[in-house]
């Protein structure tokens, strides 16, 4: 309860915070949701795959729920031989011609001994996955990058998987298929924070004009064992571009890799280090953002991550919270 108090008087103390709608509701299984993605089948189902379980499933027939849980996409494991292989992270899921793809990454805390993997499937459901191994997006360690953290988006028909955490922070490869990287390429850096390296789980959506590159900054796990200090938890940030591979920047024109980037959504409330979100045009909501945090008035581990979701309007040029899907938001003041 002191700490909970604690907490709770750090973000609303000292300089004016932005003000953040609450997420919006979610029912049935909304917590252990760490690193969660999402996808609406044709049917109306709603996927989500987040980290652990091997990639645990859950479906919906809303985004607000009820959330059920129905199996693990990979039950065995992936077959890439790095230790984690048993414990895949970060799940990213992206559609292709008729075909689902969840990319994975196999590492450990705080080694870059990692690699991309992918899994495809006819339909998502459990049972219908098959393990294709590693995408040939692999790091070890003196490499720039970690190569864990994936997500994909198709341009034209061209393929680019963003990436990264920590090290070199954030980079960009192009794909050869929804399989492997493109022969004879190599990654390019895309966003960099050069005084904290603390970059992670980038997230490009295409909207308008622009690509918009999401990102998430600051410690994103183990708030039970040692609390950052105050603005050093899991935040959302972004730039934007022209062009998919960049320069990115944000609002005042300061470039991604020189430490840019515009606040999307941090703390606020009962919401503490919301991050490792992504971007979906939903079908009935249009944009959405979602991510896990966690609520303070239940706990701080990382098995008590929650999923949250909001509404994202686009309206000034740049993506901000909003309480509705007509894109009416709340009054942001953001950092500088």
Request: net charge negative.
């Amino acid at each position: 309860m002191i700490r909970a108090m604690t907490l709770k008087a750090l973000l609303l103390a000292g300089t004016v915070l932005a003000q953040f709608p609450d997420p919006e509701p979610c029912s049935g299984t909304c917590v252990n949701t760490h690193d969660p993605t999402i996808i609406r089948r044709d049917d109306g189902t709603y996927f989500r795959f987040s980290t652990g379980g091997r990639v645990a499933i859950h479906t919906a027939p809303s985004l607000e729920g009820p959330w059920e849980y129905e199996g693990a996409a990979l039950p065995d494991g992936s077959n890439i031989p790095l230790e984690g292989n048993q414990d895949l992270w970060a799940p990213d899921i992206f559609e292709h011609e008729g075909t689902y793809y969840i990319y994975y990454s196999v590492s450990t805390f705080g080694v870059q001994d990692s690699a991309i993997g992918v899994a495809s499937s006819p339909t998502m459901d459990v049972g219908t996955w098959t393990d294709h191994g590693s995408t040939g997006v692999q790091s070890a360690e003196g490499d720039p990058f970690n190569a864990i953290d994936a997500n994909l988006i198709n341009v034209n028909g061209n393929l680019y998987m963003s990436f990264g955490s920590f090290w070199e922070d954030l980079f960009l490869w192009p794909m050869a298929d929804p399989l492997t990287v493109a022969p004879n390429s190599s990654p390019q850096q895309i966003a960099f924070d050069p005084p904290t390296t603390a970059l992670e789980a980038p997230y490009i959506f295409q909207h308008g004009d622009f690509y918009y590159l999401f990102f998430s900054k600051g410690k994103c796990c183990g708030y039970d064992q040692e609390m950052p200090a105050p603005g050093e938890e899991y935040q959302i940030k972004v730039c934007r571009s022209a062009a998919v591979d960049g320069e990115y920047v944000d609002s005042r024109g300061a470039s991604c890799i020189q430490g840019g980037g515009e606040v999307v959504l941090h703390s606020h409330g009962s919401v503490y280090g919301a991050g490792h979100q992504g971007v979906y045009n939903d079908p009935t909501n249009g944009p959405v953002i979602y991510y896990h945090y966690v609520d303070i008035n239940i706990g701080y581990g990382d098995g008590q991550k929650q999923f949250g979701w909001n509404f994202l309007d686009f309206s000034t040029g740049w993506p901000v919270i909003s309480e509705t899907r007509s894109g009416l938001s709340l009054l942001s003041l953001q950092l500088a």
